[in-house]
């Protein structure tokens, strides 16, 4: 469709008016922000660094008390076994005290039997006797068997060693009753170790044999 020169000069006119409003737009200037507006973003950025500089503050105090916690469940525990210890301690002092004690009322029961004392003295000092070996069994206290048993240093101590028929090694006779407390040694048993002269020359010869055989 053909547009006669009136209606032409009408259409450039409207182009002209666009491009010149589309330029206007473009050279108009940024607003500016108001002296509001800036303080309150120099006022928020401000509030962001405090809260950040809170935070490690923060974090570094939670750090500082997860430290002194676990000192101080060190230092418990540390404080509680060394209470624990000394309770043992005294305990195994006592009863090894008493064990001593035990030790002369025996004697003193076997002495007063033999020697035929009045039968109210031998009742009395039993009587003293079974209340001892009572305490001393709930506190944990066992003797130590060693008759007939094999030698054992953890737990016998070898006064002698005496010529006998039984195995080498064997405890022959006690000297002197060994005590353990709940498993642990309180006093070892002083004990006769019996030395089996033909025993020991039959492993001697089998050893020189072997020893023999071996350079063969």
């Not at 303080?39 to 008390?65: H, P």
């Not at 094999?150 to 005590?179: C, M, W």
């Not at 709940?182 to 020189?208: F, Y």
């Amino acid at each position: 469709m053909e547009l006669g020169e009136g209606q032409e000069g009408v259409v450039v006119m409207g182009e002209k008016k666009r491009q010149l409003a589309t330029e206007t737009t473009e050279d108009q200037p940024t607003p500016k922000k108001s002296s509001k507006e800036e303080k309150s973003e120099t006022m928020l950025r401000e509030t962001m660094e405090e809260l950040e500089k809170e935070k490690a503050k923060s974090e570094d105090y939670l750090r500082r008390l997860q430290y002194l916690q676990a000192d101080f469940e060190n230092f418990r525990k540390r404080v509680e076994k060394e209470m624990s210890d000394n309770r043992q301690f005294g305990n195994q002092r006592l009863l090894s005290d008493l064990i001593i004690v035990n030790d002369e009322l025996e004697l003193a029961l076997r002495e007063a039997e033999e020697s035929q004392e009045s039968p109210t003295i031998v009742e009395g000092v039993g009587m003293v006797h079974k209340r001892l070996q009572t305490l001393l069994s709930k506190e944990g206290v066992e003797k130590i068997r060693s008759l007939g048993s094999r030698f054992n240093p953890d737990l016998h101590d070898a006064a002698l060693r005496v010529e006998s028929d039984k195995e080498d090694g064997t405890i022959v006779e006690e000297i002197r009753q060994g005590y353990t407390l709940k498993g642990k040694v309180l006093r070892p048993s002083i004990v006769k170790v019996a030395e089996n002269s033909s025993e020991r020359e039959s492993k001697s010869e089998k050893q020189d044999l072997e020893e023999i055989e071996d350079n063969e």
